[in-house]
């Protein structure tokens, strides 16, 4: 399922308007490969995905008018409580990030316990690599800025 995803999202984007390629292979990931950096899911070994985890989707692709970007995260059932605290409290990171004032030149590197704040106010952490979409999944390895 998770290839199928890819596929499918790849095929769309390859038929937009000025399409040259992808800008990097799309990430779908769920559950047990949601923290596997730059995940790409093979046809035939990669897990379906579960209506009880968080599913990830993060794809791009260059036009000949700029690159895209795209991640997406969606819980296709019912999310758990902790999943819903773990959520909530990397959107209040993002919201701590963007209402943040800082001198031009200051490395994200040096915003990044901004980010972790609510996290860290219960407990939880994350590596240093890990911080993108808004629901514990890593995206790229790189900081939030």
Avoid at 43 to 69: F, H, N
Avoid at 86 to 101: K, W
Wanted: aromatic content about 10%.
């Amino acid at each position: 399922m998770k290839w199928m995803v890819q596929t499918k999202a790849e095929h769309f984007r390859s038929k937009q308007d000025g399409y040259v390629s992808l800008s990097f292979d799309t990430i779908s990931s769920s559950g047990g490969n949601g923290a596997v950096i730059h995940y790409k899911p093979e046809k035939g070994s990669c897990l379906q995905i579960d209506k009880d985890d968080v599913y990830l989707c993060d794809s791009g692709a260059q036009y000949v008018d700029g690159t895209t970007d795209v991640t997406r995260t969606v819980h296709l059932g019912t999310p758990s409580q902790f999943q819903k605290e773990c959520f909530t409290r990397v959107l209040m990171g993002h919201i701590d990030l963007a209402l943040a004032v800082f001198p031009p030149g200051t490395k994200g590197t040096c915003l990044d316990c901004l980010a972790r704040r609510p996290l860290w106010d219960v407990g939880l952490k994350l590596p240093a690599w890990d911080w993108s979409w808004g629901g514990l999944l890593p995206q790229r390895a790189r900081g939030p800025l």
